[in-house]
T-cell receptor, first 119, second 112 residues
Framework: EAGVTQFPSHSVIEKGQTVTLRCDPI?????LYWYRRVMGKEIKFLLH????????ESGMPNNRFLAERTGGTYSTLKVQPAELEDSGVYFC?????????????????FGPGTRLTVT | KNQVEQSPQSLIILEGKNCTLQ??????????LRWYKQDTGRGPVSLTI?????NTKSNGRYTATLDADTKQSSLHITASQLSDSASYIC???????????FGTGTRLLVSP
């Protein structure tokens, strides 16, 4: 079974430019999550898709970030325009869908991350 | 504020020795606690997941403990190997759709 894949692995852009990160979850996983780790800090939640719907986007830092998951398969995270503080490693994770409102424990599988450097 | 704190920040041990990593959390309501291993340049990989009703869980040489009353967890690594060198991250999930709160991790180096 293929794992979570992310593209690109590294991206270096200038302040003000646009970057789009892509995540392909494990096939059949309806939950898809985006996380970010900035230098020296802990990994932080950005948002959560259930299929194509945004379940929770409370972690998105501002409206320069736009996430989509058309068709409920792969997801993209666009940063436009990029700022210096957006530099970090962006992780995607996926899991099976639990029971609605339940506490079913499904492991989240993480991708290798995309390292974004804004100069 | 939901937080997860880990100690020590970093640790160096000799190959073959045991070690214990600590995690304290203030996440509420609490659903489950996970330990992840993250190798350099890789995404986190799950080691254990425990709910409030579990107080210990093992995965090979890794044993996690949980005290939901004191909101503390530990990860014990037995007979360390060079491949155990990595960051170990404690992650706590609140209720519902498993939004994860991450600790900053403990960086472990196992030296020959």
């Amino acid at each position: 079974e293929a794992g979570v894949t992310q593209f690109p692995s590294h991206s270096v852009i200038e302040k003000g430019q646009t970057v789009t990160l892509r995540c392909d979850p494990i096939s059949g996983h309806d939950n898809l999550y985006w996380y970010r780790r900035v230098m020296g800090k802990e990994i932080k939640f950005l948002l959560h898709f259930v299929k194509e719907s945004k379940q929770d986007e409370s972690g998105m830092p501002n409206n320069r970030f736009l996430a989509e998951r058309t068709g409920g398969t792969y997801s993209t995270l666009k940063v436009q325009p990029a700022e210096l503080e957006d530099s970090g490693v962006y992780f995607c994770a996926s899991s099976h869908l639990g029971l609605a409102g339940g506490l079913t424990l499904y492991e989240q599988y993480f991708g290798p991350g995309t390292r974004l450097t804004v100069t | 504020k939901n937080q997860v704190e880990q100690s020590p920040q970093s640790l160096i041990i000799l190959e073959g020795k045991n070690c214990t990593l600590q995690c304290n959390y203030t996440v509420s309501p609490f659903s489950n606690l996970r330990w992840y291993k993250q190798d350099t340049g890789r995404g986190p990989v799950s080691l254990t997941i425990m709910t409030f009703s579990e107080n210990t869980k093992s995965n090979g040489r890794y044993t996690a403990t949980l005290d939901a009353d004191t909101k503390q967890s530990s990860l014990h690594i037995t007979a360390s190997q060079l491949s155990d060198s990595a960051s170990y991250i404690c992650v706590v999930s609140g209720a519902g759709f498993q939004k994860l709160v991450f600790g900053t991790g403990t960086r472990l180096l196992v030296s020959p």
